[in-house]
Nanobody, 125 residues
């Protein structure tokens, strides 16, 4: 069963941009909190960004503040992660996740019940 579908990964040079997209077939985006996490072979899975169920608040890891933007298009039932000013340290597999946890768990992987398969982002120097 496909729970979440991600797209938009690729390879760019430092300073470039990518836009990731995430959908949950058969589900309404407004039903869930949405988040992006990332993981590379040398690191644990870490929080990147999240948007609360209502859409009224967005949360970011300190390492991506000012460079990444999470957004939700309710008409398209799609969540996006716009990534600008990319750095080599942003290289990772990016995972989209959906869940219904409380606000205090917004940055915690265990708060999310639906996960995508991941999309590779590679940033070269």
């Amino acid at each position: 069963q496909v729970e979440v579908e991600e797209s938009g990964g690729g390879s760019v040079q430092a300073g470039g941009s990518l836009r990731l997209a995430c959908t949950a077939p058969g589900r309404s985006a407004r039903t869930y909190n949405w988040a992006w996490f990332r993981q590379d072979p040398e690191k644990d899975r870490t929080f990147v960004a999240a948007v609360i169920r209502s859409g009224g608040y967005q949360y970011y890891a300190d390492s991506v503040k000012g460079r990444f933007t999470i957004s939700r298009d309710n008409a398209k039932n799609t969540v996006f992660l716009q990534m600008d000013s990319l750095k080599p340290e942003d290289t990772a597999v990016y995972y989209c996740a959906a869940g219904q946890g409380i606000l205090s768990t917004i940055r915690t992987p265990s708060a999310y019940s639906l996960w995508g398969q991941g999309t590779q982002v590679t940033v070269s120097s």
